[in-house]
Each structure stands twice: as C-alpha cells, then as structure tokens.
C-alpha cells in the first residue's frame, strides 16, 4: 500500500540552524500539506501546496518557513532560523482531492531544538 | 475561525461501546473527519461525513448533524488496541482551487480497560 514517507525521523539541532524536512507523497497525490503537533497538544495546520505554489498557509507559517517541492518527489519544509519553540513533531500528509477530507500523513520528523 | 470541542478522555471497557462526541464552530463546513492517533504515531485517517446521518466502515461508525453542528464517533467491540486519542476535523476553506488543510480539535484521549 502506498505511504507518505519523511525523513529524517528525528532531528536535533541549535537555536538559530536551519533545518530541512524532507517528505515523499503518494506517487499520484496532488495536495500536499504540513502540519506540526507539539508534544501533548493537538495537531496543528502550517501550510498547504497544490500545482508547485502555496494554496493556504496558517498565522504559525511566518518568514522563518517556507515550502517547496524541488523534483517530482519530494516536498520539503524549511525552517530558517530554529527557535526553542519550534520544538515539534512534523508532519507530512498528501491527498488526492483538494478538500483532503482523507490526508495520508506520514510518520513524522520528530524535531528538537536546543 | 474555526473551533472543534470534544472530550478530553474517555475510558471504557474492552468488548464495550464507545462514542467519541464533537461539535464545532466553523465560518464554513463542506464535512466532518475523524483521525487516530497512536502514542507517538502519525494520526489515521478513520471516516469523513459530508452529509448528515452514519456512515459505518466496519467496527468504526460516524454519524453527523449539520444542523446541531454536531458529529460522533462511534467505536463497536472495543479492543485493546483501540487505545488512542482520535481527532475530529474540519476543512479549512481556503481561496479556492488549491488544497485546504485541517483544523484539527483537541483530541480525546481513549482508555480502554480489560
């Protein structure tokens, strides 16, 4: 069965680095999306990706994150400058459909800044 | 904005049944998703309403009322592995012709005893 797959699983870095997560949707997905779920909370919608260009972004996809998807697999989700809280996991997710009532996430990125 | 309240925690019995109940505030609806969420998982996808009444997929039911702005998940022959938190969700809507992402309540935290 096809998945969403994200590396890397778990990412340690320092306040102030720059840190990439990578994701690889469903072949045949179109809609692509980041969420992020600090530990314990709910999960939380940063930004949403269809035809190479940002669909929706939430108030927490400020100047320090950006998108893009530089082949025809993968899609990254880039954090300029890391802050202490941008401690989170991260999610992946793509759909067919462009309401994404059914997103497929991936496993996740688990990210630690100190 | 958009807005989802469900219980915090629910604790049943295995073999029982459980409902999961959601309501929400929302500037527009198209539908209601269920996720779950295993500890330390990425959340799953588990059933969508777009349209007022049940939708049963196997042990998981979901039922909606529109007009109550109202969901709930229902859980039959409740197993141990059930054990999970499950979130409701909403479609953000977005501009239009691009993906929307989710809003995503809280979640309910389920216990499920032998």
């Known amino acids: 069965e096809p998945e969403v797959t994200q590396t890397p699983s778990h990412q340690v870095t320092q306040m102030g680095q720059e840190v990439i997560l990578r994701c690889v949707p469903i072949s045949n997905h179109l809609y692509f999306y980041w969420y992020r779920q600090i530990l314990g909370q709910k999960v939380e919608f940063l930004v949403s990706f269809y035809n190479n260009e940002i669909s929706e972004k939430s108030e927490i996809f400020d100047d320090q994150f950006s998108v893009e998807r530089p082949d025809g697999s993968n899609f990254t989700l880039k954090i300029r400058s890391t802050k202490l809280e941008d401690s989170a996991m991260y999610f992946c997710?793509?759909?067919?459909?462009?309401?994404?009532?059914?997103?497929?996430f991936g496993p996740g990125t688990r990210l630690l800044v100190l | 904005g958009q807005s989802l309240e469900q219980p915090s925690e629910v604790t049943a019995v295995e073999g029982a049944i459980v409902q999961i109940n959601c309501t929400y505030q929302?500037?527009?609806?198209?539908?209601l998703s269920w996720y779950q969420q295993h500890d330390g998982g990425a959340p799953t996808f588990l059933s969508y309403?777009?349209?007022?009444g049940l939708e049963e997929t196997g042990r998981f039911s979901s039922f909606l009322s529109r007009s109550d702005s109202y969901g709930y998940l229902l859980l039959q022959e409740l197993q141990m592995k059930d054990s999970a938190s499950y979130f409701c969700?909403?479609?953000?809507?977005?501009?239009?012709?691009?993906?929307?992402?989710?809003?995503f309540g809280k979640g309910t935290h389920l216990i499920i005893q032998p």
């Open positions: 929302t500037s527009g609806f198209y539908g």
């Open positions: 997710a793509s759909s067919e459909t462009p309401g994404g009532e059914t997103q497929y």
């Open positions: 309403n777009g349209l007022d």
């Open positions: 969700a909403v479609r953000d809507l977005g501009s239009g012709g691009g993906a929307d992402g989710l809003t």
